[in-house]
């Protein structure tokens, strides 16, 4: 597919593209200096992905989100790989519904006045676009995720494989990658899912644990818990079904004993302290004395006559400011711990009402001749002993879903073995050797140096893909892969390489780099052009790039002709951008 035309129903600087190699160039014309980046190269690529079907939202669209393109009617003419021409018709102010019209030939102007085919709905639009291009390069996916890679704005020369637009997760994009370079990336999708099905079975055994507090190597326990809970009720059921409370008064007198006259004692204990040390500290609390009368004092020196020296009186007082300082401390310190030892204080004596109550209701049971009240008492302990039961099972069901899910993990992880062993059997396999072979001719002509496209696996077993340029001798990395300008060529080498490997496919025919030449050497820029137009002849590919006019090489400012150029930008006036516009 390459593009023909695009046009507009206003503001705009309508454009028909040569078949093969294209320039848009900014000329720098005014004195003013204005930036010439900000005439429409890079915009107009926005405008070719809308009209490729992109998402559009108006309250987030930096650039078709602007007020001034209310009313607008883009309008795109494709070359597609049937000879055919299609073309699209968007608007701003209903961007989802989509007009068709398929012609056997090339419009000769840029018509408005057409009988659509058809107005479909974005999705369906989508849909209908992708059985346009009909594609044979990667049939499980469609043109939309492949399309960023022929579309390269500034911000997408940051890294060869993962684009801007890839921000998200591993799997929205690293097995398209994997894909598009020969691999099965469904390999790498299967990896990816079941490492985020174990992620979420991780937190349901998590939240398992956490809501019934289980610990699964405690199910041992708590079985023998159980059986002890059950036999316990079972006995205490037919000594009440029998009216024997012999048994159970033993037990009763032994927890009186054992248990609530321990605790009565420890408390009352604690208590005696605690009120011991609340009026130890309230009685240093009244002690405390901060308040010195300077007048006092002054008043006693003039009494006896006696000459009151400034020095001495200035070192007194900053005696008494000290004390003063130590007192306030002292008296935060005792205050504080005074409240706090009035609320434990008040929370013992609730524990020992609560005890004391316990063991009245004990010691009435025990002393009760009445066996009917006995028989509904110790039928309440049944109820008690019951909810234990409960809860106990309830763990143990916890136990037995976070050991299936424990399975189920065990089991996902044997996947992802299985899988890391056919990734590595695939990665040996280097499908990719044909791009890579083009990669690195197109480096190796324009600086004349070695790259490589490699993949392999990390300690996750996780595919990453890399890009770099390898030293002419021994092959090793070289530090240049880490400038900002060579790594925008890895970036246009690599869509290139894709261009030419598939040029005898069904595929994309075009790419637009916006801005690539900037920053490069003059020889180099000469050499970069040469090859893509050599490419543009020999593989039938049609060549987008944007540059501003001081780009051009001053040793051969003809290796653009003006054939070559579809768009002229200007910073003299609002009629030489893009938009007919300064916004």
């Not at 299967?190 to 991780?202: A, C, G, P, Q, R």
């Not at 059921?237 to 004993?257: A, C, G, M, R």
């Not at 637009?512 to 052009?529: A, N, P, Q, S, T």
Request: glycine share 2%; net charge negative; hydrophobic share 35%.
């Amino acid at each position: 597919m390459k593009i023909s035309k695009i046009y507009s129903n206003k503001n705009f600087k309508n454009i028909e593209f040569n078949d093969k190699f294209n320039a848009i160039i900014a000329f720098i014309e005014s004195d003013k200096k204005d930036d010439t980046h900000n005439l429409g190269k890079t915009s107009l690529i926005r405008v070719i992905d809308f009209l490729l079907l992109s998402g559009f939202d108006k309250n987030t669209d930096k650039l078709l989100g602007n007020n001034i393109f209310i009313g607008q009617e883009f309008y795109g003419e494709l070359k597609l790989n049937s000879s055919k021409y299609l073309i699209i018709k968007r608007s701003i102010n209903t961007p989802t519904k989509i007009s068709f019209k398929l012609n056997d030939s090339k419009l000769d102007d840029f018509k408005f006045d057409i009988d659509w085919d058809e107005e479909l709905t974005l999705k369906k639009a989508k849909a209908r676009l992708n059985e346009y291009l009909d594609f044979s390069i990667l049939p499980n996916w469609d043109y939309r995720k492949s399309i960023t890679y022929f579309l390269r704005s500034q911000q997408d020369y940051l890294d060869v494989f993962k684009l801007n637009k890839f921000k998200g997760k591993h799997k929205d994009w690293k097995p398209f990658v994997f894909d598009l370079l020969g691999f099965n990336g469904e390999l790498i999708l299967e990896k990816l899912e079941v490492e985020e099905e174990i992620d979420d079975l991780k937190k349901k055994i998590q939240t398992l644990r956490l809501e019934a507090q289980i610990d699964t190597s405690e199910k041992d326990r708590l079985e023998g818990l159980l059986e002890i809970k059950k036999n316990e009720l079972s006995e205490i059921k037919d000594q009440i079904d029998k009216f024997n409370f012999f048994k159970e008064d033993i037990q009763t007198n032994s927890y009186l004993v054992e248990e609530i006259d321990v605790k009565l004692q420890a408390f009352n204990t604690d208590r005696y302290r605690i009120s011991y040390e609340i009026n130890k500290i309230e009685s240093s609390l009244s002690d405390i004395n901060d308040d010195v009368d300077d007048n006092a004092i002054n008043s006693l020196f003039n009494e006896v006559n006696l000459y009151y020296p400034e020095q001495l009186k200035k070192e007194y007082n900053d005696l008494i400011n000290f004390q003063k300082s130590l007192t306030i401390e002292r008296k935060k310190y005792l205050s504080e711990t005074l409240s706090q030892l009035k609320i434990e204080y008040s929370d013992l004596n609730l524990n020992i009402k609560e005890i004391e109550n316990q063991k009245g209701d004990l010691l009435s049971l025990l002393t009760q001749k009445d066996s009917y009240h006995k028989f509904k008492e110790y039928q309440k302990k049944t109820i008690g002993l019951e909810v234990d039961i409960e809860r106990i099972k309830d763990k143990l069901k916890a136990i037995d879903s976070s050991l299936i899910i424990e399975n189920d993990i065990k089991e996902k992880r044997e996947l992802i073995k299985d899988n890391i062993s056919k990734l590595k059997e695939s990665l040996s396999e280097r499908k990719h050797s044909s791009i890579n072979k083009i990669f690195n001719s197109i480096i190796k002509e324009i600086i004349d140096t070695n790259a490589l496209i490699s993949l392999k696996l990390n300690n996750q077993g996780n595919v990453e893909f890399n890009a770099d340029y390898q030293n002419k001798i021994d092959l090793i990395k070289t530090s240049e892969s880490q400038g900002t300008t060579y790594k925008k060529l890895l970036c246009v080498a690599f869509d290139l390489s894709l261009l030419v490997n598939f040029s005898d496919r069904s595929f994309f025919k075009f790419v637009y780099h916006d801005g690539v030449l900037e920053g490069l050497d003059d020889r180099i820029k000469i050499r970069y052009i040469k090859i893509v137009k050599d490419f543009c002849e020999k593989y039938d590919l049609q060549y987008i790039v944007t540059l501003i006019d001081s780009d051009l090489p001053k040793d051969m400012p003809d290796l653009i002709e003006d054939k070559d150029i579809c768009l002229r930008l200007n910073d003299k006036d609002a009629n030489g951008k893009l938009f007919l516009n300064s916004f």
